[in-house]
């Protein structure tokens, strides 16, 4: 089918094109009066994952920025947040809605989470491209109401995520300070079995772990004019008995404040001050044997402090076993007295974030009053509808045509019949005057005309 074909068909059957036409367009301005008109508002907020937390220091990555945004926007359309934005707009204390939702078979227990379901459906969520920001948009049947309610789910979603955050802190919180007890009352224990140990072998072992017998050698290995070898210590560190019945007294004074007497941590603490005390004279008993020892040593020579030097060196090699039990106490009395330290530590840092006013999400813009319906669009409706009935009105044309096929036209006798057309005679009527030219050389094909010739 040529050009010219299908322009003679579309011409004869034009008035069936503008009547669809003309249909459509009509019922494009029906649907626009009956459709209740719809209004948008919209609000930005932007999600802080460049920065980091301002309690914990964390960062989000690049990789998951994507995966927090599309998170966030799922988080504003859940149940939970429209109903805090029903709570905010006092929609349960509406007796006109609490009167529709009953009309219509609700009850009162059902009608938060009915108000909040209504809410997620009327809206969107889009992240902006190239951004950290979400748009909140929502529908209302006013533009008073599409304002209000965008600025309330944006409102109720910041809120909702700083309560959040400060109830997950502190459930966390609770946790670590559960187990900073559990770790006192483990400490408790294992101090307890150290100072009993202590108690029946006769040892003080220090919190430095260094014993008095240890300590006692090696201040008879530091005397000058020693010509014994150097023993090699069990325990290379040293701590005056003296310093930590000092530090002791402080602690037990500290305690004295939220413990009672008869609490298991502060009996053992008056247990190892007891032990310690006893240390401390038999240090300064040790004191006053090594200057007679110095003195004896200046008057007679080295031999008496080489034979008190050995002679402390038995003692420590005898209480060797004694001594690696006694590490052994010490070192589960620190696990302990570490494990309740963090715990503690943690717990205050997750008590610090339970009271933090920073929910990660800053406000960009607040939602406005829109001036103009986002439903129906009547450009839009009233383009569509003329382009719908245009295209209905060739589409029937043309099957109008297929169905009952005219000659129109010399192309459409020449594809019909199969022989050569000769001539095509116009004929006009008698008050027209005839064209000049002659209608043969118009219309004839150029095949038609070279075999009349």
């Known amino acids: 089918m040529s050009i010219i074909q299908f ?79 029903v709570d905010q707009l006092g929609w349960l204390a509406n007796a006109d809605i ?38 909140i948009m929502f529908r209302a ?19 909702s995520t700083l309560n959040g955050r400060r109830r997950d802190a502190a459930r966390n919180a609770d946790w670590f300070t559960q187990q900073a007890v559990k770790e006192r009352d483990l400490l408790a224990k294992a101090d307890a079995a150290k100072t009993d140990y202590e108690r029946e072998v006769g040892i003080v072992m220090q919190d430095s772990q260094t014993d008095v017998e240890t300590a006692r050698l090696r201040a008879l290995s530091q005397q000058p004019g020693l010509n014994a070898p150097v023993v090699a210590m069990p325990v290379p560190q040293s701590t005056a ?21 008869n609490h298991p941590q502060m009996i053992a603490m008056k247990a190892q001050r007891g032990v310690l005390a006893k240390a401390v004279e038999s240090e300064q008993a040790q004191a006053r044997a090594t200057a007679a020892a110095q003195r004896a040593s200046s008057g007679g ?36 007295r570490g494990l309740m330290e963090k715990s503690l530590q943690r717990a205050g840092e997750f008590n610090k974030e339970a009271a933090v006013a920073d929910s990660g999400i800053s406000v960009v813009s607040e939602a406005i009053t829109p001036k103009e319906p986002s ?29 009952r096929r005219r000659v129109r036209g010399g192309e459409d006798l020449e ?15 008698e008050g027209r005057r005839a064209p000049k030219r002659n209608a043969f050389n118009i219309f004839t094909p150029r095949r038609a005309r070279a075999a009349a010739a």
């Open 241 to 261: 008995s003296s310093t930590q019945l000092a530090a002791l007294d402080a602690q037990i004074a500290q305690a004295q404040k939220t413990l009672g007497p």
């Open 375 to 403: 439903f129906p669009k009547k450009p839009l409706i009233i383009g569509g509808a003329f382009g719908l009935g245009a295209a209905l009105g060739l589409f029937l044309s043309l099957l109008v045509e297929l169905l």
């Open 7 to 85: 322009i003679r068909i579309l011409w004869a059957h034009r008035m069936l094109t503008v009547l669809t036409t003309v249909a459509t367009l009509i019922g494009a301005f029906i649907a626009i009066l009956i459709i209740p008109p719809s209004y948008q508002g919209k609000t930005r907020v932007m999600i802080n994952t460049l920065k980091p937390d301002p309690v914990t220091g964390e960062l989000i990555g690049n990789q998951s920025a994507r995966t927090v945004l599309m998170t966030q926007a799922e988080l504003i359309k859940d149940v939970g947040v429209a109903g805090q934005a």
């Open 301 to 336: 020579g080295a031999g008496a402090l080489d034979a008190a030097v050995r002679q402390q060196t038995s003692r420590v090699i005898a209480n060797r076993d004694k001594i690696e039990k006694l590490n052994e106490l010490q070192a589960e009395v620190n696990l302990h």
């Open 98 to 135: 609490i009167r529709q939702y009953n009309g219509q078979g609700g009850s009162d227990n059902d009608l938060r989470r009915a108000m909040a379901q209504r809410i997620v459906e009327r809206t969107n969520v889009e992240i902006v491209t190239g951004t950290n920001m979400l748009e």
């Open 141 to 159: 049947a006013t533009p008073d109401e599409a304002r209000a309610m965008a600025n309330a789910l944006r409102d109720a979603f910041v809120e």
């Open 415 to 429: 594809s019909a019949v199969d022989a050569p057309l000769l001539a095509v005679i116009s004929t006009q009527s």
